[in-house]
């Protein structure tokens, strides 16, 4: 006769909202996120942490979530691609740059390469097309030739800039009142 899995009481801190979730021992992070929290956008492809549509940002950097165990994310900061919109709820310039350079096509593989694009800009706000092409080689996609998706890292940066040079335009007026 088996043991009935072991049950553990965890806490994800989840797009910056602590939520309280009971898990199996072995359940997926991908899983955990998507059955257990309703957040849906972080897709499961291989299983297998090949194709790179479960990534989600751990601490700030890229991580398959189908690779890790939902009970190892406990004291971690997790970002899903729901998280990555701006804090005004439009769109983040990496969401932008992939609407404005069509870099998705049937969408599946997107979050990944939304979360991924997410840190790769942080850590190089200024990429050359080929650090572009490099930061996105770990990802799959099966629809596009990757072109698309090229250009919208490039774009995303670009708005990055315009983004950080407006701010800073508008707290230097709002400064000299």
């Known amino acids: 006769m088996s043991q009935p899995e072991q049950t553990f009481d965890i806490t994800l801190n989840v797009n ?15 899983d955990a996120l998507r059955h257990e929290l309703g957040l849906t956008g972080t897709h499961v ?41 701006d804090e005004d709820g439009r769109l983040g310039a990496v969401q932008q ?18 979360t991924t694009v997410s840190a790769f800009l ?5 990429p050359t097309r080929e650090e572009a092409v490099e930061a996105v080689t770990g990802n799959l996609c099966r629809c596009t ?3 698309n998706i090229v250009e919208s890292v490039l774009r995303a940066a670009e708005i990055t800039e315009e983004r950080a040079a407006t701010a800073g335009t508008t707290q230097t007026k709002d ?3």
């Open 122 to 126: 942080k850590e190089n706000p200024h």
């Open 145 to 147: 030739g990757y072109h």
């Open 45 to 85: 492809g291989c299983e297998h942490g090949v194709c790179g549509a479960c990534t989600v940002l751990v601490d700030g950097k890229p991580m398959r979530s189908c690779l890790m165990l939902a009970v190892s994310a406990q004291r971690h900061e997790i970002t899903t691609v729901e998280g990555l919109a």
């Open 16 to 30: 910056g909202v602590s939520r309280a979730v009971t898990v199996p021992s072995r359940l997926l992070l991908s």
């Open 175 to 177: 400064t000299s009142r």
């Open 97 to 114: 740059g992939f609407r404005e350079c069509h870099g998705l096509q049937c969408g599946f593989c997107t979050p990944g390469f939304l």
